[in-house]
Each structure stands twice: as structure tokens, then as C-alpha cells.
């Protein structure tokens, strides 16, 4: 492969490029199955070395003002932009995503929050509490070391959501891509570094599930912030639990989108599409669960039919392919495993199916049932269970019927009821007439099992600070004795 992909060294700790000492990790183009470098996991010693650097690294880099460190991150988002091209065919070898859509979502999106959070930082204050002759007044502080754990699906933009807030309020961070794709964090390290990171404030390490376990239990580690699946997630909160540790969790879902009769077709279509198909599925806030209303059932599968025709499968560099491979041989299996499933059941199929190696076309199935696993389980590929409806207390019922509550979106042109229906829905980030669009200004995250916190917007400065409450005596103090 022309293009290298191999990066200088496994880990970033203190500034420095540094070799893993624990087990290699291939990292595999998923489009060929070629190996495109060979990392090596940190090991335990490695990962405890990276938290004590962030720890040590973190008290100067909280002592600056707020607008600079702003600054550091303002000057960051430009560096990616310049570099987008060459990043974005990097995250392409990566996570096997079209350059179609690394080009546009994936370090632009990361771009964004650090843009946002860099121009955030100088607004963050206390507040003055006024007690009479004596007063009292908050100040937001840092957390300390904050490790950020991410999935394969978005690496460059998890670590810069994560990054972003972190950095910004004073934090350090100690970063663990995921191992199926860890070579986007590291560019992240670099350019930080060259927008004026202090170094140890971002440290990269790499590995597998034990590697995120150490930097979970590490005394160092003040916040745990993960994106992943619940499992991991339940995992992680646990481990969080024995420290009294922070944590945010961005974990799975099972989204509905409901579209009613007066729902625009085109658009509800698009966006149906846009909430299964993109990343081949591989999206937690997908809507994978399309509940559909009688009247508009029929035209709606028929027009989604007509338009899946247009998808380009095929190589993720050619800049024409809009559909990729799916991330690893083993979650092809899993997705195959639904479609199985999904047809065993009595599902019918209105297009796509199992595929071939690492591909798998959109899937849409109809005549499925809520109890079945295609309408019930996270499938994380392109995947699509329609489920038929009549009523709107119904569909909500329905709906919410779930463990998870990452997201939902609605489809109609009744603004009343879009709100009343939004209203009742369990879900933490929701969409009226559109879909799976995720801008920084606004918050994201789950209700119920798919997670606790919140990224971007404001909110995200919250699960990266905390309050100090300061009283202030201005006259005499009395004692009983
Ligand atoms: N809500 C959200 O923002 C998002 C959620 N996801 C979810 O992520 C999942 C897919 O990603 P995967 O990488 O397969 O998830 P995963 O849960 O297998 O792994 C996520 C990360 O956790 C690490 N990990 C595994 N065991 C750990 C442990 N015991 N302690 C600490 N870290 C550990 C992994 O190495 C990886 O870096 C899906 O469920 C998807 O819905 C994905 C993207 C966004």
C-alpha cells in the first residue's frame, strides 16, 4: 500500500513516541483483510507510567487561563482541517468507512469540538452566592486525569469528544483507542502536541480490553469516559464504582423511528436510510427499529427499495462508493447471525441479505415482530427491521418497550403531535423530521441502559469539572464556648 500507515510508535506518553511492551496488534485494513501495521498493547507498567505523566503533567496545564488553553485546542481543530485529506484516508485504512464519509464526518466532526470547546473555555465561571454580610462563591475545577476509552466506529471523533471538554477544563487525559483501530488517536496526540499541548497533558496507550481494565482501576484516574457496548460499560462502571471514580457512558441502542401516515416519504425514506445504512450500520444512535403506520407502510418500503438500488458497494478510497465493508470478519459473523435469525423467525427480507466476505448490503427486513432478536438486540450493521403500527399511544408503548434509550425520531407533519410523541419517548437524544444528525451544540447521550453523562454542548463541561463551594467570612466568628 502506497499510502503508510504504520505510525512511529504504538503509544504517545510524556510528548514521545514510545514502542508497546505487551502483545502485537495487527491492524487490519478491513476492505482487503491486508495487514497495514503491526502496534504493540502497552503494558501494565506502561499504562500506570501514562496516568502518573498525565497526573504530573496536569496541574500547569490547569493553572493556565482558560482562554489559552482554549487556544491550544483552537489552533488544533485548524491543523486537522488542513490536514483532512491525508487524515481522512488514514481513517478510511482504518475503520474501512468510504472516504465519502471520513472526508466530511469523522476528524471534522473531531475539528468541531475542539473549535467549540476552545471557544467555550474563557465562558466557563463560578458563581457569587450572596449570604447577607457574608458571601459564598463556586469555582469549576478540574477532575484530574481523565481516561477516555473508545469503540471502532468513529475512532478520530471519539477521541476529540472526549479530548475536547477534558483538555479544556484543566484536565489531562490518558486515551485508549480501541484495538481494532488505533492509529487516529495518535495523529491526535501529535497535532495537540504541535497546537501547543504542554506534553503529558493527551497520552495515547493501545491494547485490548485489559488495557482499558488497568487504566479504569488506576489510582491516578479521576473520570472514565467510554464508548462502547453495555457489557463493557457495565463493566467499567463497576470498576469506576471501587475508586468513587466519574464516568461518562456512551454505550448501545436499539433507537426507534416512527413515521406516521403524514409523514414527508422522501424525507422519512432519506433519513431511514441515513439511520441504517451509513458507516454500514455501524452507528449506535442508528434507528434500527422503523416502526412504520399502515397508510404509509407499502409506499414507504417500496420507495426505500427503489433507492437502496443506487448504493455503491465496493472500495472506500474510490471517492463513488458509498457503502463499506463491514469493520472485522467476526462482527460479519454477528450481523449474519441476525439475518439468520431474523428470516428463521418468519421476517421477510424487501432487500439486501447475508452478503458476501466483508461486505454486507443494506438490509430491510418487514413482517417482523417486537419479540423477535432482529427487533430487539443491538445488531451495529446495516440492518433495518421494519415493525407496522396503527395507533400513536401504541407505537410510543412499543417504542419504549426497550432497555436501551440512546436515541428515537419521529416523522410527521403534525407539530403537535411531534412534540407530544417526543415528549414520551425514553431516549436520550431525538430528531422530529430528520435523523442520526449529531452537531457539538447539542448534547448526546442515553437514558436507561445505553448510558449516563453527556458529550458535546455545554453540558459535557459538567462531567468534566467539578464544583468547589467557597464561604467567605467578612465579619467576626462566634463559638459557643
Ligand atoms: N453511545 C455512543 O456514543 C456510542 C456507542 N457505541 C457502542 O459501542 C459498541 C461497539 O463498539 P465496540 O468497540 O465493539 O465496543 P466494546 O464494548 O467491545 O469496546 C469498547 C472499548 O472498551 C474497551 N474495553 C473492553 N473491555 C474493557 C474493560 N473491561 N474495561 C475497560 N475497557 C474495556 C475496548 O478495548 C474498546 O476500546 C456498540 O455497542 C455501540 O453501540 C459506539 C459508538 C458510539
Redesign the pocket.
Known sequence: MSFAAQPTASLFINGQHVEGQGDALPVIYPYTGETIATLYEASTDQVAEACRVAAAAQADWAALAPVERGRVLLRAAAIIRERNDELSRLETLDTGKPLQETLVADWESGAQALEFFGGLAATVTGQMIPLGQDWAYTRREPLGVCAG??????PSQ?ACWKAAPALVMGNAMVF?????TPLGALKLAEILIEAGLPAGVFNVVQ???????A??GDSNVAKIS????????R??YA?AAEGIRHVTL????KSPLIVFDDANLEDAVSAAINANFYSSGQ???NGTRVFLQEGIRQPFLDRLAERVRNIRMGDPLDPDTNHGPIITPRQAEIIRGFIESGQAAGAQLVCGGAGEGAFIPPTVFTDATDDMDIARD?I?GPVMTTLSFFEEDEVIRRANDTGFG?AAGVFTQDLTRAHRVIGKLQAGTCWINTYNLTPVEMP???VKM??LGR?NSAAAIEHYSQLKSVYVGMGGVEAPY
Open positions: 476509552i473508545g469503540a471502532w466506529n468513529y471519539i485508549k483507542p480501541s484495538e481494532v491494547g485490548r480490553g485489559q488495557v482499558g481494565a487504566l479504569t467510554l464508548t462502547g457496548s453495555v457489557p463493557t460499560g463493566r467499567v470498576a456512551e454505550l448501545g441502542g452507528i449506535c444512535s443491538e451495529f440512546l448526546f447521550g442515553g445505553s448510558g458529550e
